[in-house]
C-alpha cells in the first residue's frame, strides 16, 4: 500500500462528549472481507503522513494548533473495529479520509 494517495476528505461534527477530534482512513474498492481482514494491520505510518497533509494543507491548521496526534486501534469504538487517530488541539470535528 506504499504510494497512497488521499482522495477525499470530510469533515463532521462529534457526537456525544469528546471533544479531540478523530480521524478515520477508508481505502477506495476494499471490500467489507477485506475491511474486516485489515481492520488490525494498516499502514499507520503511511496514514500519519497523509493525514499531516490534510490538517496542514487542505485544513490549513497550524502546527501550533495540533498537539499529538495517536494511533489507537480502538479510536472509535472498545471493540477495535474502528482504527484510527486521536488528534489534540483539533477539537469539535472528525476527519473522513479516502485514499487510494
Known amino acids: 500500500m506504499m504510494n497512497m494517495k488521499v482522495t477525499h476528505v470530510k469533515t463532521g461534527p462529534i457526537e456525544g462528549r469528546r471533544q479531540t477530534g478523530h480521524a478515520y482512513f477508508f481505502v477506495k474498492n476494499e471490500s467489507i472481507m477485506e475491511n474486516l481482514q485489515n481492520r488490525r494491520s494498516r499502514p499507520q505510518k503511511e496514514y500519519r503522513k497523509l493525514l499531516k497533509e490534510v490538517l496542514f494543507g487542505q485544513l490549513e491548521c497550524t502546527p501550533h494548533q495540533i498537539g499529538r496526534i495517536t494511533w489507537s486501534q480502538y479510536t472509535g469504538c472498545?471493540?477495535?473495529?474502528?482504527?484510527?487517530?486521536?488528534?489534540?488541539?483539533?477539537?469539535?470535528?472528525?476527519?473522513?479520509?479516502?485514499?487510494?
Open 78 to 100: 472498545k471493540c477495535g473495529c474502528s482504527p484510527g487517530f486521536r488528534i489534540e488541539g483539533f477539537y469539535g470535528r472528525d476527519i473522513y479520509i479516502d485514499v487510494e
